[in-house]
């Protein structure tokens, strides 16, 4: 049984710079979410899609923010011009549908020189 | 609004037992258990939909008081391998998106 899989599991990238990350579902989930984890506190949700269709984005994400998940297979979260507050753990997670147990991946760790 | 977890952090000798508790001000559709460990993604533990009920597996339980919009993690005969962050994940409605808690830090010392 595959798991969720991130890629990549580190980034590191200057300020200004755009990054994208990789997020595969486990096969046949139809949800899949993104999250961003700082140090010490929970998982913040960023937006979550219902195989190809974004329902929703956070208001407190900025628009340099952006995701696809064409197909509704994998799914790709992009940042432009990353900043400083940018550096955190970000995690994609999945499920059969709403209100079932979401699965993790091991989440890529964005740092902001 | 982010749920609100108490205590923040707990040490426990193996065998002991702990309740982690979690309050929302908005009327929730289910409560999601998650254990993090050090460097390690979030581990599913259980949901717990609206309808006050209780679950449990192993020595690992939790309820849901629907009426006042908490849920409580009770872990008994506390094992080595229960350390690491507790987060509860809150869903208003049913769409899936949660809103996490801050986290319950539990040590468990032999």
């Known amino acids: 049984d595959t798991g969720v899989s991130q890629d990549p599991r580190h980034k590191i990238t200057k300020r200004g710079q755009n990054v994208t990350f990789r997020c595969d579902p486990i096969s046949e989930h139809n949800r899949l979410y993104w999250y961003r984890q700082t140090l010490g506190q929970g998982p913040e949700f960023l937006t979550y899609?219902?195989?190809?269709?974004?329902?929703?984005k956070s208001r407190l994400l900025s628009d340099r923010f952006s995701a696809e998940r064409p197909k509704g297979s994998f799914s790709t979260l992009e940042i432009q011009r990353t900043e400083q507050g940018d550096s955190a753990m970000y995690l994609c997670a999945s499920s059969p549908q709403g209100s079932q147990p979401q699965h993790f991946g091991d989440g890529t760790r964005l740092s902001i020189l | 609004q982010q749920p609100v977890q108490s205590p923040q952090a707990v040490i426990l000798r193996e065998g002991e037992d702990a309740v982690i508790n979690c309050s929302s001000s908005k009327a929730l559709y289910s409560v999601h258990w998650y254990r993090q460990k050090h460097g390690e993604a979030p581990v599913f533990l259980m949901i717990l939909l609206k309808g006050g009920e209780q679950k449990g597996h192993d020595k690992i339980s939790a309820s849901f008081n629907e009426k006042k919009q908490q849920s409580s993690l009770y872990l008994t005969a506390s094992q080595l391998s229960y350390s690491g962050t507790y987060f509860c994940g809150t869903e208003i409605s049913n769409t899936g998106k949660l809103i996490f808690g801050q986290g319950t830090t539990l040590q468990v010392k032999p």
């Open positions: 899609f219902q195989n190809e269709a974004q329902l929703e």
